[in-house]
């Protein structure tokens, strides 16, 4: 057999040790993978980590995030994340089971640090005392519509960074630097907010999507033509609500742009009230671009 020549011998070692090095580099300097379910969750993740993180998200901002199904796509996504970040409180459940199922992610699996689950920071409302999923109630552990809750979103944030923190010790000061930088303009929104003439209004709602905001700004809802979050209405619903509108004359009909205008349309043709059609999601509407002008669109909507 021919002897290897000395210098092939250090050549090889040479390539060997550039590519281990690069393999290394590659490892210590990969920007965290993650994956989130919907646009909003996505943004928050961009407030805090910005340019530290590589943010993939699954759902598109119109479609309706309670009717969602699980795609290869998101499985593929799913696959190489490095954290998983999710709405909770059950809004996920058609697809993320099987997505966390289907990615044999270990990472990802529930109770690991790629798992943070958002609802866990926030007061939830509208816990029911018991749950039938046989009546098609979409909101089996209270209600899931948080994002719109300024005082639940900070704190969310904080939780976000805290786990960013734990995933990624090096730019843990990085993380919180940018959770303390986003409470910050929170404050002074939520000052801005606050002078919005909302407070003492009333509103028909589509679905049970405004309460967290309701709370926080002083306005109601009155009723909802969905009879049931995720049940439409019977007609006998419907001449409930044109009753309670003639009666108490409410400031108009609350929709998003997944439910459509059919009934909301329906009311107002027989009320004569105006349907307003609010930006439910980052990336709804072209104004919509991150969290902070997703809720300066809703307010402008509601007055
Ligand atoms: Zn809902």
Same mark, same amino acid.
């Given at each position: 057999m021919q002897p290897i020549p000395f210098k092939e011998v250090r050549m090889k070692n040479i390539m060997l040790t550039i590519l281990l090095f690069g393999l290394l580099c590659s490892t210590a300097f990969a920007k965290p993978a993650v994956v989130a379910t919907l646009p909003w969750v996505a943004s928050i993740a961009e407030a805090i980590g910005k340019d530290k993180l590589e943010i993939v998200t *699954?759902? /598109?901002? &119109? !479609?309706?995030p309670h009717m969602i199904e699980a795609k290869p796509s998101m499985i593929l996504a799913t696959r190489k994340a490095d954290i998983l970040m999710y709405n909770g409180l059950d809004l996920e459940i058609g697809y993320l089971p099987v997505l966390i199922e289907s990615s #044999? &992610?270990?990472?990802? !699996?529930? %109770? #690991? *640090? %790629? &798992? *943070?689950?958002?609802? !866990?920071f926030v007061s939830v409302i509208? /816990?029911?005392?018991a749950v039938d999923r046989s009546l098609g109630d979409v909101h089996p552990l209270g209600n899931? $519509?948080? $994002?719109?809750s300024p005082k639940n979103i900070g704190v969310v944030a904080d939780g976000m960074a805290k786990r960013l923190s734990e995933l990624d010790p090096a730019n843990a000061s990085f993380y919180t630097g940018n959770a303390a930088t986003f409470r910050n303009q929170l404050q002074q929104k939520i000052r801005e907010w606050q002078?919005?003439?909302?407070? %003492?209004k009333r509103f028909i709602a589509y $679905? #049970?999507?405004f309460e967290y905001l309701s709370n926080e700004f002083g306005f109601s809802l009155i009723g909802y033509i969905e009879a049931k979050p995720g049940i439409p209405p019977s007609a006998g619903h419907l001449q409930q609500l044109i009753d309670l509108s003639r009666q108490t004359k409410p400031h108009a009909i609350l929709t998003t742009a997944y439910h459509g205008r059919k009934q909301t349309d329906a009311l107002s043709s027989r009320t004569g009230l105006t349907v307003i059609m609010v930006p439910h999601e980052v990336g709804s509407t072209a104004q919509a671009k991150d969290w902070f002008s997703l809720m300066d669109a809703v307010f402008a909507s509601l007055r």
């Open positions: *699954l759902v /598109k901002p &119109n !479609q309706d #044999r &992610n270990p990472k990802i !699996q529930p %109770g #690991r *640090l %790629g &798992n *943070l689950d958002c609802s !866990q509208e /816990k029911p005392s899931p $519509h948080y $994002h719109l002078t919005m003439p909302l407070s %003492g $679905h #049970r999507f």
